[in-house]
């Protein structure tokens, strides 16, 4: 499902309460038949952060600097998993040639990879958990045009292979047209419209 709207409609915010990094103060965030938002046990919060997962927007400013690829990965299986150094090491590789990255890429700094390599680094750190969903926002409007079809490709392909769900938050109406299969349209902090892609393009119901 994509979600569109203008800057400062929530699009950012909501993306921060699917993912658990803001908390909600008001409603209900059912994942998994659970209630996030009422929900105080951190071991239950913990199990369902391994559900959902996060892509962000900026590709140089979402990865640390001072470590290895391999590392920034493999991080969410240190914090999430009980899984051997060698297990998690595999594991690492697998997912890099999963979003085209080479092994020998395990041992380089950021600084030394594209924007668009840099993003499938996020992309593969935001799988490594295997989630069933993952939430997208904005991830190629930072990068070249000429590369935001690679990443858009590559997302659809990992879509198609590992069976995920995506929310994918953007306001380019070319991409999210291009991706998705659903559309939610949100305009001053609520959603104002949702429904298949080609409804919602073709005969759109919001004035908005």
Known sequence: MAVVG??????STLARLLTMIEEPTSGQLNIDGIDVAKTTEKSIKKQLRQTI???????FGS?????????????????NTNLSADERHKQVLEMMGLVGLRKEHFQRYPH????GQRQRIAIARALILKPKIVVLDEPVSALDVSIQAQVINLLIELQQELGLAYVFISHDLSVVRHISD???????GKPVEQGPNEAVFNTPQHPY
């Open 6 to 11: 203008e800057s400062g409609c929530g699009k």
């Open 53 to 59: 997962q996060m892509v962000f927007q900026d590709p």
């Open 63 to 79: 990865l640390n600097p001072r470590k290895k690829i391999g590392n920034i990965i493999q991080e969410p299986l240190i914090i």
């Open 112 to 115: 030394m990879f594209s924007g």
């Open 182 to 188: 659903e559309v939610m349209v949100m305009y001053l």
